[in-house]
Protein backbone atom coordinates (compact mmCIF):
# COMPACT_ATOMS: atom_id res chain seq x y z
CA UNK A 1 0.00 0.00 0.00
CA UNK A 2 1.30 3.66 -0.39
CA UNK A 3 1.37 6.51 1.61
CA UNK A 4 -0.64 9.63 0.15
CA UNK A 5 -1.27 13.12 0.37
CA UNK A 6 -4.96 13.83 0.48
CA UNK A 7 -5.59 17.65 -0.12
CA UNK A 8 -9.27 18.62 -0.83
CA UNK A 9 -10.71 21.89 -2.07
CA UNK A 10 -13.27 23.61 -3.82
CA UNK A 11 -10.93 24.44 -6.41
CA UNK A 12 -12.82 27.53 -8.01
CA UNK A 13 -9.89 27.86 -9.58
CA UNK A 14 -7.10 26.20 -8.90
CA UNK A 15 -4.43 28.58 -8.18
CA UNK A 16 -0.44 28.80 -8.08
CA UNK A 17 -0.43 28.70 -4.43
CA UNK A 18 -2.42 25.10 -4.12
CA UNK A 19 0.10 23.44 -6.18
CA UNK A 20 2.78 24.89 -5.14
CA UNK A 21 1.50 24.12 -1.15
CA UNK A 22 0.92 21.01 -2.34
CA UNK A 23 3.89 19.89 -4.00
CA UNK A 24 6.16 21.22 -1.52
CA UNK A 25 4.17 19.21 1.36
CA UNK A 26 4.65 15.62 -1.03
CA UNK A 27 8.52 16.05 -1.32
CA UNK A 28 8.62 17.10 2.27
CA UNK A 29 6.62 14.22 3.52
CA UNK A 30 7.94 11.77 1.63
CA UNK A 31 5.47 10.19 0.15
CA UNK A 32 4.31 8.87 -3.25
CA UNK A 33 1.25 10.15 -4.41
CA UNK A 34 -0.53 13.28 -3.98
CA UNK A 35 -4.84 12.83 -4.15
CA UNK A 36 -6.35 15.99 -4.93
CA UNK A 37 -10.41 16.09 -3.97
CA UNK A 38 -12.65 18.66 -5.21
CA UNK A 39 -15.53 19.57 -3.00
CA UNK A 40 -18.63 18.32 -4.70
CA UNK A 41 -21.23 20.72 -3.18
CA UNK A 42 -19.32 23.27 -0.85
CA UNK A 43 -20.38 23.38 2.89
CA UNK A 44 -21.06 27.72 1.85
CA UNK A 45 -22.75 27.43 -1.48
CA UNK A 46 -21.94 30.58 -4.23
CA UNK A 47 -24.11 30.93 -7.30
CA UNK A 48 -21.77 31.49 -9.41
CA UNK A 49 -19.35 28.24 -8.44
CA UNK A 50 -18.06 26.99 -11.93
CA UNK A 51 -19.87 23.47 -12.26
CA UNK A 52 -17.87 20.00 -10.98
CA UNK A 53 -16.85 19.19 -14.14
CA UNK A 54 -15.13 22.43 -14.94
CA UNK A 55 -13.29 22.31 -11.25
CA UNK A 56 -12.02 19.04 -12.09
CA UNK A 57 -10.84 19.51 -15.52
CA UNK A 58 -8.89 22.81 -13.76
CA UNK A 59 -7.50 20.71 -11.23
CA UNK A 60 -6.07 18.06 -13.54
CA UNK A 61 -4.62 20.72 -15.53
CA UNK A 62 -3.32 22.67 -12.73
CA UNK A 63 -1.16 20.06 -11.97
CA UNK A 64 -0.81 18.55 -15.09
CA UNK A 65 3.01 17.11 -15.92
CA UNK A 66 3.10 15.50 -12.80
CA UNK A 67 2.40 12.03 -12.78
CA UNK A 68 2.38 11.48 -9.02
CA UNK A 69 -0.87 13.72 -8.71
CA UNK A 70 -3.85 12.09 -9.20
CA UNK A 71 -7.81 14.36 -9.24
CA UNK A 72 -10.34 12.07 -7.17
CA UNK A 73 -13.61 12.26 -8.11
CA UNK A 74 -15.01 10.31 -5.15
CA UNK A 75 -17.82 13.04 -4.01
CA UNK A 76 -19.49 13.45 -7.20
CA UNK A 77 -19.77 9.22 -6.33
CA UNK A 78 -20.90 9.47 -3.42
CA UNK A 79 -23.07 12.45 -4.22
CA UNK A 80 -23.59 13.76 -0.68
CA UNK A 81 -22.97 13.57 3.29
CA UNK A 82 -19.20 14.39 1.52
CA UNK A 83 -17.61 14.97 5.48
CA UNK A 84 -13.96 14.32 5.76
CA UNK A 85 -15.04 11.74 8.89
CA UNK A 86 -16.64 9.80 5.70
CA UNK A 87 -14.73 9.91 2.83
CA UNK A 88 -11.64 9.46 4.36
CA UNK A 89 -12.08 6.39 5.23
CA UNK A 90 -12.83 5.31 1.59
CA UNK A 91 -9.71 6.84 0.63
CA UNK A 92 -7.61 5.15 3.03
CA UNK A 93 -9.42 1.92 1.57
CA UNK A 94 -8.60 3.14 -1.98
CA UNK A 95 -5.29 4.48 -1.61
CA UNK A 96 -3.71 3.17 1.74
CA UNK A 97 -1.82 5.53 4.58
CA UNK A 98 -2.97 8.80 4.22
CA UNK A 99 -1.63 12.24 5.66
CA UNK A 100 -5.03 14.96 4.84
CA UNK A 101 -3.31 18.46 4.51
CA UNK A 102 -5.61 21.64 5.67
CA UNK A 103 -4.79 24.86 6.29
CA UNK A 104 -3.97 26.77 9.71
CA UNK A 105 -7.48 28.91 9.11
CA UNK A 106 -9.31 25.35 9.05
CA UNK A 107 -7.75 24.01 12.32
CA UNK A 108 -8.97 26.92 13.96
CA UNK A 109 -12.67 25.28 14.09
CA UNK A 110 -11.65 22.00 13.66
CA UNK A 111 -13.64 20.83 16.85
CA UNK A 112 -16.81 21.86 14.74
CA UNK A 113 -16.00 19.34 11.92
CA UNK A 114 -18.29 16.33 11.63
CA UNK A 115 -16.60 13.71 13.74
CA UNK A 116 -13.68 15.22 14.56
CA UNK A 117 -12.05 12.04 16.16
CA UNK A 118 -12.66 9.53 13.78
CA UNK A 119 -10.80 11.94 11.49
CA UNK A 120 -7.64 11.48 13.24
CA UNK A 121 -8.66 7.93 13.68
CA UNK A 122 -8.02 7.76 10.04
CA UNK A 123 -5.20 9.87 9.01
CA UNK A 124 -2.49 12.19 10.02
CA UNK A 125 -2.55 16.14 9.64
CA UNK A 126 -0.48 17.96 7.95
CA UNK A 127 -0.95 21.43 8.81
CA UNK A 128 -0.07 24.57 6.33
CA UNK A 129 -0.02 28.13 8.62
CA UNK A 130 -1.44 31.30 7.07
CA UNK A 131 0.89 33.72 6.36
CA UNK A 132 -0.07 37.22 8.11
CA UNK A 133 -2.50 36.10 10.25
CA UNK A 134 -1.09 35.01 13.89
CA UNK A 135 -4.11 33.29 14.74
CA UNK A 136 -2.98 30.66 12.45
CA UNK A 137 0.88 29.97 12.61
CA UNK A 138 3.72 30.25 15.00
CA UNK A 139 2.72 29.76 18.57
CA UNK A 140 -1.13 30.23 18.38
CA UNK A 141 -1.50 26.98 16.08
CA UNK A 142 0.61 25.31 18.03
CA UNK A 143 -0.98 25.75 21.19
CA UNK A 144 -4.48 24.45 18.97
CA UNK A 145 -2.75 21.54 18.04
CA UNK A 146 -2.33 20.37 21.69
CA UNK A 147 -5.52 21.45 22.61
CA UNK A 148 -7.04 19.17 19.82
CA UNK A 149 -4.88 16.44 20.59
CA UNK A 150 -6.02 16.52 24.25
CA UNK A 151 -9.31 16.44 23.09
CA UNK A 152 -9.12 13.37 20.54
CA UNK A 153 -6.13 12.26 20.21
CA UNK A 154 -4.39 11.82 16.89
CA UNK A 155 -1.13 13.25 14.82
CA UNK A 156 -0.01 16.51 13.65
CA UNK A 157 2.57 17.94 12.31
CA UNK A 158 2.85 21.67 10.95
CA UNK A 159 4.77 21.97 7.63
CA UNK A 160 7.42 24.31 7.14
CA UNK A 161 5.88 26.82 4.81
CA UNK A 162 3.58 29.59 4.80
CA UNK A 163 -0.08 29.64 2.47
CA UNK A 164 0.81 33.21 0.83
CA UNK A 165 -2.08 35.59 0.73
CA UNK A 166 -4.07 33.92 -2.26
CA UNK A 167 -7.30 32.77 -2.53
CA UNK A 168 -9.63 31.84 -5.01
CA UNK A 169 -11.79 34.91 -4.46
CA UNK A 170 -8.82 36.92 -5.66
CA UNK A 171 -7.90 35.20 -7.85
CA UNK A 172 -11.38 34.88 -9.55
CA UNK A 173 -11.29 39.14 -9.07
CA UNK A 174 -8.03 39.08 -10.84
CA UNK A 175 -9.48 37.16 -13.81
CA UNK A 176 -12.49 39.57 -13.99
CA UNK A 177 -9.75 42.09 -14.85
CA UNK A 178 -8.38 39.69 -17.24
CA UNK A 179 -5.04 39.04 -15.16
CA UNK A 180 -3.81 35.59 -15.37
CA UNK A 181 -0.80 35.93 -13.23
CA UNK A 182 -1.98 33.85 -9.96
CA UNK A 183 -2.97 30.33 -12.14
CA UNK A 184 -1.17 27.92 -13.84
CA UNK A 185 -0.74 28.45 -17.76
CA UNK A 186 -3.31 25.06 -18.63
CA UNK A 187 -5.74 27.02 -15.72
CA UNK A 188 -5.97 30.65 -17.38
CA UNK A 189 -5.76 28.96 -21.21
CA UNK A 190 -8.52 26.60 -20.24
CA UNK A 191 -10.77 29.35 -18.80
CA UNK A 192 -10.00 32.16 -21.72
CA UNK A 193 -10.94 29.43 -24.00
CA UNK A 194 -14.24 28.64 -22.42
CA UNK A 195 -15.13 32.35 -21.48
CA UNK A 196 -15.58 31.24 -17.54
CA UNK A 197 -15.36 33.68 -14.95
CA UNK A 198 -16.35 35.98 -17.23
CA UNK A 199 -19.79 37.17 -16.47
CA UNK A 200 -17.99 40.90 -15.06
CA UNK A 201 -16.32 41.03 -18.48
CA UNK A 202 -18.05 43.64 -20.14
CA UNK A 203 -18.84 45.76 -17.12
CA UNK A 204 -15.00 46.09 -16.52
CA UNK A 205 -14.59 47.04 -19.69
CA UNK A 206 -17.25 49.63 -19.45
CA UNK A 207 -15.43 51.51 -16.43
CA UNK A 208 -12.09 50.81 -18.03
CA UNK A 209 -14.00 53.89 -20.40
CA UNK A 210 -14.72 55.86 -18.14
CA UNK A 211 -11.70 55.87 -16.10
CA UNK A 212 -8.10 56.86 -17.00
CA UNK A 213 -5.13 55.02 -15.90
CA UNK A 214 -4.60 56.29 -12.84
CA UNK A 215 -8.10 55.78 -11.31
CA UNK A 216 -8.84 52.84 -13.12
CA UNK A 217 -5.68 51.31 -10.92
CA UNK A 218 -7.29 52.83 -8.10
CA UNK A 219 -10.48 51.20 -8.81
CA UNK A 220 -8.85 47.56 -9.17
CA UNK A 221 -7.08 48.50 -5.67
CA UNK A 222 -10.49 49.12 -4.22
CA UNK A 223 -11.75 46.17 -5.43
CA UNK A 224 -8.99 43.85 -3.70
CA UNK A 225 -9.02 45.27 -0.72
CA UNK A 226 -12.91 45.51 -0.45
CA UNK A 227 -13.02 42.03 -1.26
CA UNK A 228 -9.99 41.33 1.04
CA UNK A 229 -11.87 43.06 4.18
CA UNK A 230 -14.94 40.73 3.66
CA UNK A 231 -13.08 38.00 3.57
CA UNK A 232 -10.73 38.60 6.38
CA UNK A 233 -13.45 39.58 8.67
CA UNK A 234 -16.33 36.99 7.60
CA UNK A 235 -18.89 39.64 6.56
CA UNK A 236 -20.79 37.30 4.02
CA UNK A 237 -21.09 39.64 1.27
CA UNK A 238 -21.36 37.89 -2.12
CA UNK A 239 -18.97 38.40 -4.11
CA UNK A 240 -20.68 40.05 -7.16
CA UNK A 241 -22.27 42.12 -5.01
CA UNK A 242 -18.91 43.63 -3.53
CA UNK A 243 -17.03 43.34 -6.52
CA UNK A 244 -19.80 45.07 -8.06
CA UNK A 245 -20.41 48.65 -5.86
CA UNK A 246 -16.11 48.43 -5.19
CA UNK A 247 -15.96 48.38 -9.46
CA UNK A 248 -18.62 51.20 -9.61
CA UNK A 249 -17.55 53.25 -6.61
CA UNK A 250 -15.77 55.74 -9.05
CA UNK A 251 -17.77 55.44 -12.07
CA UNK A 252 -18.78 59.05 -12.53
CA UNK A 253 -15.71 60.89 -11.27
CA UNK A 254 -14.48 61.77 -14.32
CA UNK A 255 -17.74 62.27 -16.19
CA UNK A 256 -19.38 64.47 -13.95
CA UNK A 257 -22.53 65.47 -16.50
CA UNK A 258 -25.81 65.97 -14.66
CA UNK A 259 -27.39 64.24 -17.29
CA UNK A 260 -30.64 65.02 -15.64
CA UNK A 261 -30.13 62.87 -13.30
CA UNK A 262 -30.98 64.35 -9.57
CA UNK A 263 -28.37 64.67 -6.75
CA UNK A 264 -28.88 66.41 -4.00
CA UNK A 265 -28.04 70.42 -4.88
CA UNK A 266 -25.64 71.16 -2.04
CA UNK A 267 -23.41 68.73 -3.58
CA UNK A 268 -23.39 70.34 -6.77
CA UNK A 269 -19.49 71.76 -7.92
CA UNK A 270 -18.01 69.74 -4.23
CA UNK A 271 -16.22 66.38 -4.23
CA UNK A 272 -18.98 64.63 -3.23
CA UNK A 273 -20.91 65.07 -6.32
CA UNK A 274 -19.59 61.80 -8.13
CA UNK A 275 -20.55 59.58 -5.14
CA UNK A 276 -24.75 60.75 -5.74
CA UNK A 277 -24.20 60.84 -9.64
CA UNK A 278 -21.68 57.41 -9.45
CA UNK A 279 -24.98 55.93 -8.07
CA UNK A 280 -27.20 57.21 -10.38
CA UNK A 281 -24.95 56.48 -13.41
CA UNK A 282 -24.17 52.94 -11.71
CA UNK A 283 -27.95 52.09 -12.36
CA UNK A 284 -28.70 54.00 -15.21
CA UNK A 285 -25.43 52.52 -17.48
CA UNK A 286 -24.88 49.29 -16.00
CA UNK A 287 -27.79 48.26 -14.95
CA UNK A 288 -27.29 48.26 -11.04
CA UNK A 289 -30.76 47.29 -9.10
CA UNK A 290 -29.28 46.12 -5.66
CA UNK A 291 -30.13 48.90 -3.28
CA UNK A 292 -27.18 47.99 -0.81
CA UNK A 293 -24.75 48.37 -3.61
CA UNK A 294 -26.17 51.57 -5.02
CA UNK A 295 -26.23 53.35 -1.28
CA UNK A 296 -22.84 51.86 -0.69
CA UNK A 297 -21.94 53.93 -3.74
CA UNK A 298 -23.56 57.13 -2.98
CA UNK A 299 -21.90 57.39 1.05
CA UNK A 300 -18.59 56.31 -0.28
CA UNK A 301 -16.72 59.63 -0.09
CA UNK A 302 -18.77 61.53 2.65
CA UNK A 303 -19.46 58.93 4.49
CA UNK A 304 -23.04 59.55 6.99
CA UNK A 305 -24.67 58.29 10.28
CA UNK A 306 -25.80 54.87 10.83
CA UNK A 307 -24.37 53.29 8.09
CA UNK A 308 -24.78 49.63 7.10
CA UNK A 309 -22.17 47.20 7.30
CA UNK A 310 -21.97 47.01 3.81
CA UNK A 311 -21.78 50.91 3.22
CA UNK A 312 -18.85 50.92 5.96
CA UNK A 313 -17.16 48.08 3.67
CA UNK A 314 -16.75 50.29 0.64
CA UNK A 315 -16.45 53.39 2.51
CA UNK A 316 -13.59 52.06 4.11
CA UNK A 317 -12.22 50.14 1.14
CA UNK A 318 -11.39 53.09 -1.16
CA UNK A 319 -9.90 55.23 2.19
CA UNK A 320 -7.30 52.47 3.01
CA UNK A 321 -7.36 50.73 -1.11
CA UNK A 322 -3.84 49.49 -1.75
CA UNK A 323 -2.83 52.06 -4.10
CA UNK A 324 -2.35 54.87 -1.59
CA UNK A 325 0.88 54.59 -0.72
CA UNK A 326 1.32 57.83 1.14
CA UNK A 327 1.38 58.72 4.94
CA UNK A 328 -0.85 57.86 6.75
CA UNK A 329 -2.73 55.33 4.59
CA UNK A 330 -0.58 52.33 4.95
CA UNK A 331 -0.98 52.92 8.77
CA UNK A 332 -4.93 53.09 8.77
CA UNK A 333 -4.93 50.09 6.22
CA UNK A 334 -2.83 48.07 9.06
CA UNK A 335 -5.79 49.21 11.60
CA UNK A 336 -8.26 48.90 9.66
CA UNK A 337 -7.19 45.28 9.07
CA UNK A 338 -6.57 44.99 12.59
CA UNK A 339 -10.05 45.66 13.77
CA UNK A 340 -12.52 46.93 10.98
CA UNK A 341 -15.03 48.84 13.08
CA UNK A 342 -11.91 51.29 14.94
CA UNK A 343 -10.11 50.85 11.41
CA UNK A 344 -13.68 52.23 9.93
CA UNK A 345 -13.62 55.34 12.85
CA UNK A 346 -10.01 55.95 12.45
CA UNK A 347 -10.28 56.51 8.73
CA UNK A 348 -13.70 58.55 9.54
CA UNK A 349 -11.81 60.90 12.23
CA UNK A 350 -8.61 61.35 9.60
CA UNK A 351 -10.99 62.28 6.61
CA UNK A 352 -12.80 64.49 8.64
CA UNK A 353 -9.67 66.60 10.27
CA UNK A 354 -8.23 66.78 6.80
CA UNK A 355 -11.00 68.22 5.06
CA UNK A 356 -11.66 72.23 4.78
CA UNK A 357 -14.25 72.93 7.76
CA UNK A 358 -15.32 75.34 5.35
CA UNK A 359 -15.61 73.25 3.00
CA UNK A 360 -17.28 70.05 5.42
CA UNK A 361 -19.83 68.21 3.31
CA UNK A 362 -23.15 67.78 5.85
CA UNK A 363 -23.71 64.18 5.78
CA UNK A 364 -19.60 64.00 7.08
CA UNK A 365 -20.38 66.04 9.73
CA UNK A 366 -23.37 64.04 10.88
CA UNK A 367 -21.23 60.65 10.22
CA UNK A 368 -18.15 62.58 12.54
CA UNK A 369 -21.05 63.25 15.12
CA UNK A 370 -22.40 60.24 15.23
CA UNK A 371 -19.43 57.89 15.43
CA UNK A 372 -16.43 60.33 17.32
CA UNK A 373 -17.65 62.79 19.10
CA UNK A 374 -20.53 60.97 20.37
CA UNK A 375 -18.81 57.66 21.17
CA UNK A 376 -16.24 59.75 23.09
CA UNK A 377 -19.03 61.32 25.63
FE1 LIG B 1 -14.65 58.34 -5.01
FE1 LIG C 1 -12.26 55.94 -4.98
New binding site residues.
Partial sequence: MEKVLVFGGTFDPPHNEHVRIALFALNYLGLSKLVVVPTYLPAYKRNSLLSFEDRVELTKLAFAGDDRVVVDEIEKRREKDNYAALVLPELKKKYGEITYMIGGDSLDYFDEWYMPKKILDTCEIAVVPRAGREEFCGERLEKKIEELKKKFGGKFSILPILGGDVSSTRVRAQMAFSCFDDVPEGVAEYIEKNKLYADFHEMVKKVRRFEDDA?FE??KA?VMTALDLNSDFRMGFAFDKVFTAALL??NA?QRKSLDGLSVPFDAIGSPVLHQFLGAQKAKRDFGVEDEEVLSAISC??SAKKNMSEFEKLIYTA?SV?YDRTYEPIPKLREKVFENFEEGFKSVLEYTYQKVDKSKMYPLTEQAYEYYIKNDRK
Avoid: E, F, P, Q
Wanted: aromatic share 0%; proline share 0%; no cysteine.
Fill in positions: LHTVHDKHTDS
